[in-house]
């Protein structure tokens, strides 16, 4: 984006300070009002047959306030600054607040450090791995991704397609760029504020024919850390490689998860276990087991705002600092996350600071973990494959769904590369599959475990979803296929 693009931002004073003024326009005594605005550029280049093709760029601002009288509360919202806009969907939200049912809301927090975390009854003795919280937390805004025009994208691109065209290939792909600002406050004195920005390349490699194809991405809040050559090597070779595709019977095999395919799984216990809502609701899979073994014993999974791995983002949507919270530890249901409304059902509870964006499609599952980490390996791909007597390898999976919730249960088919390993190598490409398994049952017969990837869930990296992850590919030793597809 370039300096002019950029300048679309506020900062955090000018963002605290119109908000400070929108506050003035309310006109409440025995109430409370809570303002978030997010300003959001997306900028998107696309290519394909080798050529960009598109390139469209797009800003948002929204304005979401929340009102509360006495324990009531109501919601409006609005995509307009201005200020006669502004007073009227404040107003708008107290005359709703006044005659909405009293739902005892907590009140809105006085000061960003107001959040923590207080341990789960029976999982008091459970927490970290050794890698988790180490080091400075991550940034959440570089001016390298900030200031990225489309030349710049356009570039990139030409470094990816260069490599594919030598080979005779045809590829297709985005290069998405966001900058995102945040900024809360309310009548009870909290301010709060910062920024981010991402940059998100993948690359589906294809034979003229489209017969075969291959598949990488890669994800950074810092593009200079993003490798469009590496990328193209290993979509490539993916693609190279999966030629005449044998179908073989469904059932049990061991596999080699790439970390696209983790993060794919992982996605619904986060999304239907990781949140105080579903545990509250007994939807969770914790419901009633923390401390209890729900995984492999050497599974540890952690929500870290922090991770400079993680995509981190230092406060949630009630201005709150989002804090570090330990999800399963060795295997045993350790906690969730909390907003303020679930965690003022809980006595001696607090909020960890992860409240959503009220823009979300994600509805009753709020609050939900947004920066999942995996403890990982060293291991390559290659030789988690060298480890396995006979299995598959599954590059990633498409259009994922959870039939059962409470025991986590994912379906989903292959895409862009699943092989058949004997003795340690690859000696066939083979027809997408369609894994139907309990994830908590899968992560049971984890084997090895080998390097970690940024990286984002199918729904997510296509607009549908918010988590970003840190995690490792695995060998696991039991992987249930129910189903083929015909390509």
Not at 81 to 94: G, H, R
Not at 293 to 307: C, K, L, Y
């Amino acid at each position: 984006m370039s300096e002019q693009q950029v300048s679309h931002l506020f900062g955090q004073a000018e963002a605290l300070n119109r908000l400070e003024d929108f506050l003035k326009l309310a006109s409440v005594k025995n109430g409370q009002v809570e303002l978030v605005l997010e300003r959001e550029q997306v900028a998107v280049t696309r290519f394909a047959h080798n050529r960009i093709h598109q390139n469209v760029s797009n800003r948002d601002t929204r304005l979401w306030v929340r009102a509360i009288i006495g324990g009531s509360v109501a919601s409006m919202a609005c995509n307009s600054l201005d200020k006669s806009t502004v007073q009227a969907t404040i107003d708008q939200a107290l005359k709703i607040a006044r005659l909405m049912p009293d739902r005892q809301h907590p009140g809105f927090a006085s000061d960003s450090g107001e959040s923590g975390r207080t341990p789960e009854a029976g999982s008091e003795d459970l927490g970290y791995p050794g890698q988790a919280q180490s080091g400075q937390p991550g940034a959440s805004f570089f001016d390298s991704t900030a200031y990225q025009t489309p030349e710049d994208r356009a570039r990139t691109i030409a470094e990816l397609i260069a490599p594919v065209q030598e080979a005779g290939l045809e590829g297709y792909g985005t290069y998405k760029n966001t900058l995102t600002e945040l900024a809360v406050a309310n009548t009870r004195g909290l301010r709060s504020y910062a920024a981010g920005t991402s940059g998100y390349l993948k690359g589906l490699i294809e034979t003229a024919d489209g017969r075969q194809a291959g598949y990488a991405d890669q994800l950074s809040r810092d593009i200079t850390t993003l490798d469009p050559l590496a990328l193209a090597q290993t979509a490539i070779r993916k693609c190279l490689l999966n030629k005449n595709q044998v179908e073989i019977a469904p059932g049990e095999y061991a596999a080699v998860l790439e970390p696209n395919t983790v993060a794919d799984l992982v996605r619904f216990m986060v999304i239907h276990g990781s949140g105080a809502q579903q545990l509250q609701d007994g939807r969770s899979f914790m419901t009633g087991r923390f401390g209890e073994q729900v995984t492999g014993e050497h599974i540890n999974i952690w929500e870290d705002p922090a991770s400079p791995y993680a995509m981190p983002f230092p406060v949630d949507y009630e201005g709150q600092q989002s804090r570090a919270v330990p999800l399963v530890s060795n295997g045993r249901a350790a906690g969730v996350v909390y907003d303020r409304t679930t965690a003022a059902r809980i006595p001696g509870q607090v909020s960890t600071g992860h409240a959503t964006t009220p823009w979300n499609n994600l509805g009753e599952n709020n609050p939900l973990p947004q920066h999942i980490v995996m403890a990982g390996g060293d291991k390559s791909i290659e030789e988690l494959i060298k480890g396995m007597k006979r299995g598959l390898v599954i590059t990633r999976l498409h259009y994922t769904h959870c039939p059962d919730p409470r025991r986590v249960v994912a379906t989903g088919t292959t895409r862009d590369g699943t092989f058949l390993v004997e003795n340690g190598e690859i000696v066939a490409a083979v027809k997408n599959m369609r894994l139907t398994q309990s994830v908590l049952d899968l992560l049971s017969t984890v084997e090895e475990f080998g390097q970690s990837k940024t990286c984002q869930d199918w729904w997510t990296a296509n607009g549908m979803g918010i988590t970003n992850y840190y995690l490792p590919a695995l060998r696991v030793g039991r992987c249930v296929f129910t189903g083929n597809t015909t390509f």
